[in-house]
């Protein structure tokens, strides 16, 4: 979680300098935004203590789950501009033992540096946005105890329809599909391709001109 958050604050301050430099050409977004995420593959083989006190390796899936968190978004006169993404959903891990299902509770969380692409002219007040970059993801909590928190590296795709309500408020749909590799011991377990979408709802408050 650290790594992350230091990730999403050096990013922000970054980003927040630029309209110092270039108030003119540059404005700020802030969306605080709430929605769902929603693992579409199967998280792969960890071990847990499902039955007695003895760890056992299991075949687990990851639970849909609320999500909230933030964006940060910096926009120039043109078509493109950054964006600072953070997300942590309280979710669950599970697996079946003996015909039976067993859940754990677990935390997955992330964030993202994009770029963004405003696709539509902006002359209508409801414009497609799509987004593309790096994320870091985490998990944690106590369905990965004996694993340990696990913290990978991958990619953030998206893509969102903004609807102008002021000059100055922005009502956002966001949707961001996050591809990483991910496995609980990688020397024991080989590592699964997992794609988990997060689809939001937030409003964008607009700083600066």
């Known amino acids: 979680m650290r790594r992350i958050l230091s990730v999403i604050v050096i990013t922000a301050l970054s980003l927040t300098a630029v309209p110092v430099v270039r108030a003119q050409a540059v404005h700020v977004q802030v969306t605080p935004f709430i929605g769902g995420l929603v693992p579409t593959s199967a998280l792969g083989t960890i071990?847990?203590?499902?039955?007695?006190?003895?760890?056992?390796?299991?075949?687990?899936?990851?639970?849909?789950?609320?999500?909230?968190?933030?964006?940060?978004?910096?926009?120039?006169?043109?078509?493109?501009?950054?964006?600072?993404?953070?997300?942590?959903?309280?979710t669950g891990v599970r697996t079946i033992v003996a015909a039976l299902p067993v859940t754990r509770d677990a935390v997955f969380q992330g964030g993202s540096i994009k770029v963004n692409y405003q696709a539509t002219s902006a002359q209508t007040g409801t414009d497609l946005v799509l987004s593309g970059g790096v994320a870091g993801l985490s998990h944690s909590g106590q369905a990965f105890a004996i694993n340990g928190n696990r913290f990978n590296v991958g990619g953030d795709l998206g893509a969102g329809l903004h609807v102008v309500m002021t000059p100055n408020v922005t009502l956002r749909f966001d949707a961001d599909m996050f591809v990483h590799r991910f496995s609980s011991a990688p020397a024991v377990f080989p590592a699964t391709t997992q794609v988990d979408m997060l689809i939001t709802a937030g409003l964008a408050f607009k700083l600066g001109r």
Do not use: C
């Open 47 to 90: 071990r847990m203590v499902v039955t007695g006190s003895s760890p056992t390796n299991v075949k687990t899936e990851m639970k849909s789950a609320v999500a909230f968190g933030g964006r940060l978004d910096v926009y120039s006169r043109g078509r493109f501009g950054l964006q600072a993404l953070y997300f942590h959903s309280n």
